[in-house]
């Protein structure tokens, strides 16, 4: 349950009548109330003595300062990232994690929508200059155990992080146990699914507990795996249980509260309704409606012990099965609290090979029946990126790319979920 949302700051939000809220979340659960045990290592994680695990997250709110139209949105922040204001058209996103998000035309503003973000990520860094939306996980009890990073440098690096931090974004390391553990392996490859290949031990080490190196440098477009122990295991979990208590607290002051996810975070929504969670520690219903973006057929490791939530690597377990909507449905409909589901995805996540997985059986190739409380949907030519032209000027790619902006259509879809 969320034991308290504490106030930081309130400022006045643009030219509408809105503020601007930055405030903490925190989280008091209880490890033996029911569907918690579906949190891995929630019941090894230290209690205080009311027998409940704590934890806070940080939390944005724009919220009207006259009278709302009594709907909520939570939106899942992507690696820590506010962005812009949901379906809303114009403006570009900030790239500051924490900046103001940009309205643009304002669309659920200018009808009364509550809209709020919460950190979810354990390894999203809170503080310092790459600080934000995080959440600081209670860590489990654990001995050593096996664990990989993953990374496919672009290029040559001469050592890199225990975590699948890069350029572009840095996360909290998983720290090894023995930075000479004989036990540890290396292995590379070539493209995703060429056979491992051994890298002699040697070659490389641990410089540190969380960071290691290979003579010469790890390679361009090379797909590096390096599995090792780590007795560091946050509760991962622990993010998905702060979405859910955001948004019952949305509910009290609200009729409706809907979910957004794009992504990454729209994997976690997956994960969020695969685990059952839609339903609060009174067995109410949280979200009245979920809609995840470009997320595929995946989720991510977002509930297991060592998970890096932040881990853009495609083929690992955690992206298994099950993929189709009644499958990934099916606890929820067990306990209950069924939202209506939208997904939606782009041309990039069905010539990836995954995005038909939705609603495709994998075996015979053939289309499923459409769940009653959801709809898939294709939108046709558009991209992973969106409308993101300045982002898609610096890729390294052999054809032009185009600036199609798919918001027009989710925004059509929005109101179709409402």
């Known amino acids: 349950m969320l034991e308290s949302l504490d106030v930081r700051s309130v400022e006045p939000f643009a030219e509408r009548h809105y503020e601007w809220v930055g405030a903490v979340a925190r989280f008091a659960v209880d490890p033996a109330a029911a569907d918690h045990d579906r949190i891995t290592d929630l019941g090894l994680a230290p209690r205080d003595e009311d027998g409940r695990v704590r934890f806070d997250a940080d939390v944005r ?91 496919r440098p672009d290029r040559v690096e001469p050592d890199h992080a225990l975590s ?26 070539t493209s995703p699914l060429r056979p491992k290949q051994p890298v002699d031990r040697s070659r490389w080490r641990f410089t540190g507990p969380d960071r290691f190196a290979l003579d010469g440098g790890f390679q361009p477009f090379h797909w590096y795996e390096l599995v090792y122990r780590s007795s560091f295991a946050p509760v991962v979990g622990a993010g998905l249980l702060a979405a859910r208590d955001v948004g019952a607290h949305l ?104 995005g038909a997985l939705v609603h495709q059986d994998p075996r015979t190739g053939d289309d499923l029946p459409e769940d009653p409380d959801a709809r898939s949907h294709l939108l046709s030519g558009t991209d992973h990126l969106g409308a993101m032209a300045a982002f898609k000027a610096l890729l390294p790619v052999a054809n032009p790319v185009h600036a199609l902006d798919p918001s027009p259509v989710l925004r059509a879809l929005m109101v179709q979920l409402v």
């Open 164 to 189: 699948d931090s890069g350029p572009m974004f840095r996360y909290a390391d998983l720290p090894t146990v023995d930075v000479h553990d004989p036990a540890a392996t290396l292995t590379v490859r």
């Open 251 to 354: 509910r009290s002051g609200h009729e409706r509260v809907f979910a957004f996810g794009i992504s990454q975070s729209g994997r976690f929504l997956r994960e969020f309704l695969h685990e059952g969670l839609n339903v609060d520690e009174r067995g109410e219903q949280v979200f009245d409606g979920v809609f995840a973006h470009i997320a595929s057929a995946r989720r991510g490791e977002f509930n297991r012990r060592y998970g890096q939530p932040g881990l853009a690597h495609p083929l690992t377990p955690a992206y298994g099965p099950p993929h189709d909507t009644t499958a990934l449905l099916r606890r929820q409909r067990s306990v209950g609290g069924v939202p209506k589901v939208v997904l939606t995805n782009s041309a990039w996540e069905y010539w990836r090979g995954d």
């Open 61 to 151: 709110l724009l919220r009207p300062t006259a009278d709302g139209c009594g709907r909520a949105l939570l939106v899942v922040p992507n690696r820590g990232r506010i962005g812009a204001v949901p379906f809303g058209i114009g403006g570009a996103v900030p790239a500051a994690p924490l900046a103001l998000p940009p309205a643009g035309d304002g669309f659920l503003l200018d009808r009364g929508w509550t809209i709020a973000w919460c950190g979810w990520q354990w390894d999203i860094p809170r503080e310092g200059a790459d600080a934000a939306l995080g959440l600081t996980a209670p860590v489990a009890e654990v001995g050593p155990g096996w664990l990989r990073v993953e990374f």
